[in-house]
């Protein structure tokens, strides 16, 4: 009889088409993260209803195609996420900026999926590759949306893992802003997981490239990021 095996470690054996990306948006009920999958999809504001379950959309990008799974936030959907995540190309965390007392509990949210989704043994080398986590600061064009600088701390996210990349986003998924640049900027993070995977299988154990950072909208701020490898 055949060993068995799990989908991560088939994952691992099967090579990801270059251009080509799966990833999985996830986070409170009410963030807007249908709102953003449309906004990507369509190029315009679409008016949707709660999430129950899911919703998946192909999202053509740069002469990339994203396949990106939009999954419920509500209590009772969120043991699903990380049937979602563990074999994906990236994660999207999208919060809702103006909620400052839902943000204790997006951080604790976001903890916990990226506790389940390091890969490998504590101590091994593949836990210096984890999954890369694009989190959208959504709803900016609100007034009492806060920014980059005070969201950071508030979500944790130098909490995640000294290997973990992230990037924090502000967007608005109405008008567009900032989803462009934050896609963008997981796209170089699923890369620089590949490349380092790649060096990993082939050569070894590698450095893992870390890349944090934050970008505030240029209609708001100047920008401000950091990035470096280890």
């Not at 999207?92 to 903890?111: C, G, M, N, P, Y």
């Not at 959208?136 to 600088?149: G, H, K």
């Not at 130098?158 to 934050?182: F, I």
Request: aromatic content about 6%; charged content about 25%; hydrophobic content about 35%.
């Amino acid at each position: 009889m055949g060993g068995g095996i799990s989908r991560e470690s088939l994952r691992e054996h099967i090579p990801s088409l270059p251009g080509s990306y799966h990833c999985a948006m996830i986070g409170l009920d009410s963030a807007g993260k249908t709102t953003v999958l449309y906004r990507l999809k369509f190029k315009h504001y679409v008016n949707t209803a709660p999430t129950i379950g899911f919703n998946t959309e192909k999202v053509r990008l740069n002469g990339s195609t994203f396949t990106v799974w939009d999954v419920g936030g509500q209590d009772k959907l969120r043991p699903l996420w990380r049937s979602y995540t563990r074999c994906t190309d990236g994660i999207i965390f999208v919060v809702d900026s103006t909620k400052e007392e839902r943000l204790e509990e997006a951080k604790l949210e976001l903890q916990k999926i990226c506790k389940s989704t390091v890969t490998g043994t504590a101590a091994g080398a593949r836990n210096k590759n984890s999954i890369p986590v694009l989190v959208l600061a959504n709803m900016q064009d609100l007034p009492d949306a806060m920014d980059a600088e005070k969201l950071e701390p508030l979500l944790g996210l130098r909490d995640l893992g000294s290997m973990r990349q992230w990037h924090l986003q502000p967007t608005c998924a109405v008008t567009g802003d900032g989803l462009q640049e934050g896609m963008g900027k997981l796209q170089e993070m699923i890369n620089n997981r590949r490349k380092t995977s790649k060096m990993t299988n082939g050569f070894g154990p590698a450095a893992g490239i870390r890349s944090n950072s934050s970008t505030k909208l240029n209609t708001k701020k100047l920008q401000r990021s950091q990035s470096y490898s280890a």
